[in-house]
Antibody, heavy 114, light 107 residues
Framework: VQLVESGGGLVQPGKSLKLSCSAS????????MHWIRQAPGKGLDWVAYISSSSGTVYADAVKGRFTISRDNAKNTLYLQLNSLKSEDTAIYYC?????????WGQGVMVTVSS | DIQMTQSPASLSASLGETVSIECLAS??????LAWYQQKPGKSPQLLIYYASSLQDGVPSRFSGSGSGTQYSLKINSLESEDAATYFC?????????FGGGTKLELK
């Protein structure tokens, strides 16, 4: 199992960014997937979930601004981040929903700053 | 939202000792509790799921217990590689919530 995030970077407040998580080593379409983030030097915050049938759930802090999606043909999970705020600065991890969050990617840094 | 209160925030112990970390949920989470280990610069690794089930490949010196609102992670016979930060996570209901973390330092 391998999960590889990409798409992070430095972005100005109010702007948008799209993260990707490329999955391999398992049947991606059969699993729900999550995004979790970690602000620098802080704890972990659950962000969003998408089921194998593309049902979604969001944390209140990102609801209406972030959109989780998936492309099973490309074995890829996405997180569209809109209207970014400084408090969204964090490492963003994708994780598989197996026995709980059983596999995680290495993370991608998103920095929101002017 | 379910609040997860993790204690202690930091812990210092010697090689070979046994330590315990606690997580208290603000309501019954019906054993839907996982424990993770995170080393600096790395992503979290699953240790325990459903309160007491050991993830494949995790050493048996790690164990989880608890029920209702109170859960604990026990590490027996500490080894140098156990120096890390440990987090609990409730997956009983959305939004999933993590404990604040416990930083374990080896003396």
């Amino acid at each position: 199992v391998q999960l590889v995030e990409s798409g992070g970077g430095l972005v100005q407040p109010g702007k948008s960014l799209k993260l990707s998580c490329s999955a391999s080593g398992f049947t991606f379409s059969s699993y729900g997937m999550h995004w979790i983030r970690q602000a620098p030097g802080k704890g972990l915050d659950w962000v969003a979930y998408i089921s194998s049938s593309s049902g979604t759930v969001y944390a209140d802090a990102v609801k209406g601004r972030f959109t989780i999606s998936r492309d099973n043909a490309k074995n890829t999970l996405y997180l569209q981040l809109n209207s970014l705020k400084s408090e969204d600065t964090a490492i963003y991890y994708c994780a598989r929903d197996g026995y709980n969050l059983d596999y995680w990617g290495q993370g991608v840094m998103v920095t929101v700053s002017s | 939202d379910i609040q997860m209160t993790q204690s202690p925030a930091s812990l210092s112990a010697s090689l070979g000792e046994t330590v315990s970390i606690e997580c208290l949920a603000s309501e019954d989470i019906y054993n839907n509790l996982a424990w993770y280990q995170q080393k600096p610069g790395k992503s979290p690794q699953l240790l325990i799921y459903y309160a007491s089930s050991l993830q494949d490949g995790v050493p048996s010196r790690f164990s989880g217990s608890g029920s209702g609102t109170q859960y604990s992670l026990k590490i027996n016979s500490l080894e140098s590689e156990d120096a890390a930060t440990y987090f609990c996570l409730q997956d009983s209901e959305y939004p999933w919530t993590f404990g604040g973390g416990t930083k374990l330092e080896l003396k």
